[in-house]
């Protein structure tokens, strides 16, 4: 039972900081239809971004609450105008095209980011400064969770409320629903769509540049190519929940977390070894899309002719 | 002269001419005249890359379908027929010994290119069945997954070496690997210029169409796509026993990214645009490699690592430049050096066209009204 607890716990960190990624995922493809390849190496960027600032400001050497959100806020603003970038540069250009050609863009751009980061940083992991003290809290039995769990869980809760509150709360986010349903109606009503579809760029990708730092104080490893699994499993988790469906994505998120910490748990059981850990994402994926391709919380819509 | 004698003394010349080749990268050369290693090397990748972009170009670029899990397959006929090599190979030269060496190793190879072909084929139809009712980016995505799934199971058979890797024997030699990389081109032009490759070709431009007009639309996706496995599959085992150690690091999505980079360069839906986007990829890493390093303060710049950022840069302006890529659906041959030239725009021809079958001047018209379409 501890352990169960101990992996679930486990589970939904992870599955916290693939809710956070998803949600870029959806947000982008609930606009332009585009599965954004790139987004996964935005939560990279975020994590180098931070790290980076960390090192620069000397947050490093004495962790420090001020520190943290700094960090933070300094590598989703990073992210956010890079996020911008790429959509301009390298989306806008395309958007005219068909399917395909946005596509491989889309590969085409996260190929760049990641062997640029190879190129300058180098394909060695480096170690990501802890700027908060962590410690291990025992709950009941010897169940034990991390303050940098608890960050994760506080971080990611925080930032998907003030997401909702956005797209539901805001004009910006009125546009953006609007841009959602209709590109072309929201043109007509004199919604700036191109300014709404950067908005969403930057704000996903400061999303996933969150999910880069927090994931950085919790295991401090990072590398140039480390945005790649985790992107493709985020996007899993934005396909399992229904992918343009806000709440889908952080449900995705969640379960595929859990799934994939408790085939470690608990695999071994039913004739699955761990090693099978990165394949239970794309199993569950294969899975959703042939029985159920609108996902969880996704609403099937008929292919007009 | 009837075609098939043609086509016979076009095969025996290119295989005459490969076997040139082949002689020359052997260590005593040909007639003094050898090819480094290095060279050979890389003509042989050429070979496979060959086979693996223009089986994968039936299935995206004729059909329509985008598939990025082409190294999937690869991996099967690859695994599959160096698991048969490494246990039989050994027994089975021995017991066709008598017939000499350079026999008994090909029809080893030919045996396991069989295994290969057939393994990759079934792996294709149990992928390709279920995952077809998917279009466009979803399908995309599912191919991505099953490729991981094929990888990850693989790296977990102890019996193929798991993550340490595996010795196969070397039985590929450039001979063999040119012969069915023009084997390959061959068997696909045909597809594609049959019916077969028009009910293709029509699901490609409109699927729904395509049904419309009694294409059954299904059974030719599953169709390409497991023809497109197949040879994957071959290319998979030249690539096992032409490298001799196979490593499921060689199968990651990197690889079927590197085969969609060659159609996409190329031209998606030309054959001939498939096989100049393989050289290409083939052969720019390695010019790059020739650039000097650069030193800025205490840091060394390879360019030659630089090798994939410059892809993803030319794959990116390509798609924004020239989404067709380079040959667009269009096909480099011969008969564009018969092409008239080119005369400025608002001008009539000043030569006449006497004399010019009037199914050239149409051609000529068709091709030239094509191009200011793409522009």
Redesign the interface.
Known sequence: MDTFVQQLINGLTIGSIYALIALGYTMVYGILRLINFAHGDIYMVGAYAGFMLAVALGFASEPSAFGFVVTLVGAMAIAGVIGMAIERFAYRPVRKYSKMTTLITAIGMSLLIEYLFVFFFSGTPRSFPQLLPNENITLFGNATISTSQILIFVVSILLMVLLQYIIFKTKIGKAMRAVSFNINSAKLMGINTDFVIAFTFALGSALAAAAGVLTAQYNPKIEPLMGIMTGLKAFVAAVLGGIGNVPGAVLGGLLIGAAETLVVGYGGYIGIPSTYRDAVAFAILILVLLIRPAGLLGSNVQEKV | MSSWVKSLITAVVLIAVLYVVNAMMSTGGFFGTGIDDYQARLLVFIAINIILATSLNLINGFTGQ?S?GHAGFMAVGAYSSAYFTVTYGKAIEASLGSLGDTVASSIVLLIAIAIGAVVAAVMGLIVGI??L??K???L???T???A??IR??I??IDAVGGATGLQVPGYANFLWIGIFAIITVVVIHNIVKSDTGRALISIREDE?AAEAMGVNTTKYKVTSFVIGSSFAGIAGVLFAHYNKFLSTNDFQ??KS?EI?IMI?IGG?GSMTGAILGAIIVTLLPELLRQLPDIQVGAAT?KFA?????I???I??VT??VR?QGILGTREFGLSWLKRPMRTPEGTEPTGSDEGTPIAQQAEARRLESEEDKDQ
């Open positions: 985008f990025i279920p995952s009712r998917l466009g980016d979803y995309a995505i599912v991505l997954g099953f991981e799934i990850i199971v790296l977990n729904l999505f990197i990214f969609i996409v998606m710049f690592d630089l090798r994939l950022v892809f993803a840069l794959l990116i798609m924004i989404p």
